[in-house]
């Protein structure tokens, strides 16, 4: 029988317990899962455009391939070919440093290709 002087309590946590672990775990699988790849991509896509310099060749998230030809604090210039036409684009904008030869993004580019 339940009586009311609180004996019971012990049974009480672990059943609380096993309905909250599941759940628990489920979030703790996400983030090391989703959540912490996701950061590290946008990390190192922040430090690499950042790090752009004048003659570089990048690869923009339109697809416009060109070499830097300056660098502002949140934009930079590009020249597209070699009638020297200019574009100026906002750093966000920059999907990956050299020529982008695959479309599923910036893993492999043919700068890394010919290093091979």
Known sequence: MLSGTGTDTGSGT?????TFLPLILLVVVFY???IRP???KKKAAAQMRSALAVGDQIT????VVGTVCAVKEETIV??????RVRMEF???AVSSRGTQTTQDGPGETKDAKDKK
């Open 14 to 18: 672990i059943g609380l317990l096993g």
């Open 32 to 34: 090391f899962l989703l």
């Open 38 to 40: 996701e950061n590290k």
């Open 60 to 63: 923009t998230i339109g697809g």
């Open 78 to 83: 590009i020249e597209t070919s070699s009638d």
């Open 90 to 92: 906002t750093k966000w």
